[in-house]
Structure formats: C-alpha cells, structure tokens
C-alpha cells in the first residue's frame, strides 16, 4: 500500500510539473510574439487560442471548415527569420486541413478564397516539445498563408 500511495503522489507531482512547464513555455511564447510584433512595428490580433494574426487580404468566398482540403501558399519561419519551409514561385501545396497541426487548423479558417495572412503561432499549438527533425523544440512559428483555394 505505501509504494502505491508513493507512485500517487510521484504521479501527481511529476504531471503538475509537466503542467508548469507547459505554463512557462506558453509565458515564453506570448512574450516572444509580442517582442516581436514591437521590434517589427507590427499589429496583430490575437485570437482566443493564443495565436496572433495580421489578416492582410480576408478573401471572399467562404472559409473551410476542419472537414475541407485546403490548397494553399506559405512559407513557415521562425520569428529570428530563419525559413524552415515553403511553397515557391506559383506552386501550391494541398493538405487534409484536418491532418494539419492545430495552429493551422484554428488559423486557415480565418481566412477566406483568395485570403492571406500572416500567423504567429505558439508553440504549443504548433511543434512543441517533439517536433519533427528539422523544425527547432518549442518553437513559436510564424507562417505566411495564401488559401488558393479548398473543397469539403
């Protein structure tokens, strides 16, 4: 009884911990957006999720939902203005929005057909702790956006 109630409290410890840190990052990137927004005398609006956005063409036509296939432009960077990938020249790239991390998944809908957008994204909602190679641990992720199109 006493190693069970040992590994109880190890648990509960260990995931408020967890918790903290997930607190702290979220701190961090906030921070690190609005630093950035002031060094780059940007403004943003930043939606309940903790994204920020700068919506520079809304688009017309309708916005996807999670369901939809979006078609769009992008290139993704860090807020130092490293590129970590892009679509170039008139090339596109489609994608089940659904499969797409949450951060884009919260920030394409906001956008309309022929819409474009910039988005800062916390980490969080992007990479965070494990992401894939190539992309830096708890990265918060700037991406510009044009939504070619979508169906679905």
Not at 32 to 54: M, P, V
Not at 60 to 68: A, E, K, M, R, V
Not at 121 to 139: D, E, H, M, V, W
Request: aromatic fraction near 8%; charged fraction near 15%.
């Amino acid at each position: 009884m006493k190693n069970i109630l040992i590994a109880l409290v190890a648990c509960t410890v260990l995931s408020l911990v967890g918790a903290c840190k997930k607190e702290d990052q979220a701190k961090i990137d906030r921070e690190s957006i609005q630093q950035y927004l002031t060094d780059n005398s940007l403004s943003a609006t930043e939606h309940e999720s903790g994204i920020f956005h700068i919506i520079e063409t809304p688009g017309t036509g309708g916005s996807p939902t999670l369901n939809s296939t979006v078609t769009v432009k992008y290139k993704g960077y860090y807020l130092d203005g490293v590129v970590f990938d892009e679509t170039t020249g008139s090339n596109t790239a489609t994608f089940p929005l659904r499969n797409l991390i949450q951060g884009w998944q919260i920030a394409i809908p906001l956008l309309q057909k022929g819409g474009k957008g910039t988005f800062l994204i916390p980490s969080a909602l992007g990479y965070g702790s494990f992401p894939p190679p190539g992309i830096r641990t708890n990265a918060v992720l700037a991406f510009e956006i044009e939504l070619v199109d979508f169906s679905g």
